[in-house]
């Protein structure tokens, strides 16, 4: 019942909020396209408006909110609720179509379901722009034509976003503009991946000439548009190549010569700088309609589960410079006992945590901040960090890539033969290392003043402690027998540096390797491993587009692999009976 009160609540909420935070945006970089604009500026608002959409690039407030403690964060583990026998609705958490008190995977379209239409209605810009284009002169085609461009690989990067989720999905007739397929087909989902990768090259190829034949007033423009790089195209060049490389590298088990001519093409003009832009919140906490507000409102679903703090944290559970990873006082919160403990998945055990003398307990809000630290009554279990995290609003930027995604795929590529990168994969997973390392201290020092009289939670960054650790994992990766001991530490690190903010790709990515293993959940002495593979369709699919999905209708559940699953992975199990202390 309480959960339902809140979903009302949630909605009046939402509304006000997404209106607020959008006239945010708009007065920080105009639409041209509302304010009638001489003949062809109206593109730059196209772009602008497809850059900006929540839920693409900018993490929306009501998806996190619905997937918190019953979505992909939970099943994937890269962030998990303090589980006891207590909570009898995951007695069933492993029957994926009607579990969990009837919700199963996905119970509410609101939550990662919600992508697809968001992303069919959201995008539609582009088929504006297509038809438009057609009709203008060249000279006015010169001066739009950047925009297009750049609005075609958003539209296609979401799109392969819908196909990590949902396997087939409708591509190639779809975004047309004026002239819309009002019931297109669903597309061969490995053809729509490599249609979206000859796309990518194709405009990182372009895009460079495409700019120099702008007249300097549309230069000019472009850059006032352009709140992400400032106008700068040698950096999109960059940034698109490493979704290519991304992109690549996820279909290599099924496509390996394809795959190996993108990548090899990719690596020559990668990302030296973090690709990512602010989310324009000056909020912090339960303030705003941005990602980090579901954060702050669902903390009792933020704790950080062993099969990331168990590979952070090596040695006691005392934080030990020159011996546990870094980054682990910046991801995380120290329990009660002053040390850092990862969240079992053991549900059985953990019933004992909430017995005499223990007594403990967790919040619901992340500003509790002097009753979850070193506090009798606090968490004996680590929470993710509310200075990184929660209450950190105005410097968690919008991440497009980050460097040290870039390294792990690099390495990958590396290790599997895909493409000879100039380095050894060890080294790549080194680069992978200090780059996640900087990546959090930044955000996290970011808010260094906020509860400055809190240290703990704003730990001091060393540089040397980076360098040797990184060392350590290098010449442990090194050390692994074999190619899946080594895609181990790969995907563990991966984990470590996506954690709670990317659990989307983190799902991608454990249902396409297989790693890092997960912990199994025991529950009242029954052990549950489930699998989801993929989300089932918006129903209003099946009433809307019905001829078309039956072609699909066979897949639609929760268990179908997507296609990019190598055949040796298939009904494969990601769940290890013990997670070591890597």
């Keep these: 019942m309480m959960k339902k009160i809140l979903q009302i609540i949630f909605a009046v909420i939402l509304i006000t909020t997404i209106f607020s935070c959008t006239k945010k945006v708009q007065d920080a970089y105009p639409n041209p396209n509302t304010v009638d604009p001489p003949s062809g500026n109206k593109f730059a608002g196209y772009f602008t408006n497809m850059l900006y959409q929540w839920k693409f690039y900018v993490k929306d407030y009501g998806e996190y909110w619905w997937e918190s403690d019953l979505g992909v964060g939970m099943y994937a583990q890269t962030h998990v609720r303090y589980v006891t026998p207590r909570y009898a609705w995951y007695s069933d958490y492993d029957d994926l179509e009607n579990g969990e008190g009837g919700n199963g995977f996905q119970g509410s379209s609101n939550g990662v379901q919600s992508q697809y239409g968001a992303c069919y209605s959201r995008m ?112 999109w060049i960059k940034y698109i190549n490493s979704e290519r490389l991304r992109l690549a590298v996820r279909i290599s088990g099924v496509a390996e010569t394809e795959a190996k001519a993108a990548i090899s093409d990719a690596i020559t003009n990668l990302p030296d700088f973090e690709c990512q832009f602010s989310s324009h919140t000056t909020e912090v906490g339960g303030a705003g309609g941005y990602w980090s507000r579901g954060v702050y409102e669902t903390q009792y679903a933020h704790f950080v589960p062993n099969v990331i703090m168990k590979r952070m944290n090596l040695g006691n559970l005392t934080y030990e410079p020159g011996t546990d990873d870094p980054r682990l006082p910046v991801i995380a919160m120290p329990t009660k006992f002053n040390d850092y403990r990862g969240c079992s998945m053991n549900a059985d055990t953990n019933q004992v945590y909430y017995t005499a003398p223990y007594s403990e307990t967790y919040y619901a809000y992340a500003d509790n901040l002097d009753a979850s630290l070193n506090s009798s009554s606090g968490n004996g279990r680590s929470m993710y960090n509310i200075a990184t995290y929660a209450m950190n609003g105005p410097n968690l930027p919008a991440k497009m890539m980050s460097l040290s995604e870039t390294d792990l795929f690099l390495a990958e590529a590396e290790l599997k033969g895909l493409a000879n990168t100039g380095k050894t994969a060890g080294e790549h997973i080194k680069d992978a290392v200090i780059h996640s390392c900087n990546y959090w201290y930044a955000i996290n020092q970011a808010n260094a003043a906020w509860r400055s009289d809190v240290p703990v939670v704003h730990p001091a960054k060393s540089d040397a402690d980076i360098t040797n650790y990184a060392e350590t994992v290098k010449t442990l990766f090194e050390s692994q027998a074999t190619l899946e001991d080594k895609m181990e530490i ?19 990515e454990l249902r396409r390797t297989r790693h890092p293993l997960l912990e199994p959940m025991l529950f009242q002495g029954v052990t549950l491993t489930p699998q989801p593979e993929r989300v089932k369709y918006p129903s209003n699919e099946k009433a809307n587009n019905f001829d078309n999905y039956q072609s699909v209708v066979s897949d639609d559940n929760y268990t179908s692999p997507i296609f990019w699953v190598p055949d040796n992975k298939k009904g494969t199990s990601w769940y290890g009976t013990y997670l070591g202390r890597y």
């Excluded at 739009?144 to 591509?171: E, H, M």
């Excluded at 990518?200 to 034949?213: A, C, E, N, P, R």
């Excluded at 790969?490 to 991608?508: F, P, R, V």
């Design 124 to 235: 539609r810009d582009w088929g504006t722009m297509k038809l438009e284009l057609e009709g203008l002169a060249d000279e006015q085609k010169n001066d739009v034509n950047v925009y297009y461009q750049l609005g075609t690989v958003f539209k296609d990067i979401w799109c392969a976003r819908l196909v990590d989720f949902f396997n087939s999905i409708p591509y190639a007739d779809a975004f047309q503009g004026k002239s819309n397929v009002f019931f297109p087909k669903f597309d061969d989902p490995k053809q729509t991946y490599l249609s979206i990768l000859q796309d990518l090259k194709d405009i990182s190829g372009s895009l460079q000439s495409d700019y120099d034949k702008m007249s300097s007033s549309a230069q000019a423009l472009f850059k006032n548009q352009d709140f992400v790089f400032n106008g700068d195209v040698s950096k």
């Design 490 to 508: 790969l995907m563990q690190q991966k984990y470590i540096h996506l954690n709670i903010n990317d659990s989307y790709e983190l799902w991608a």
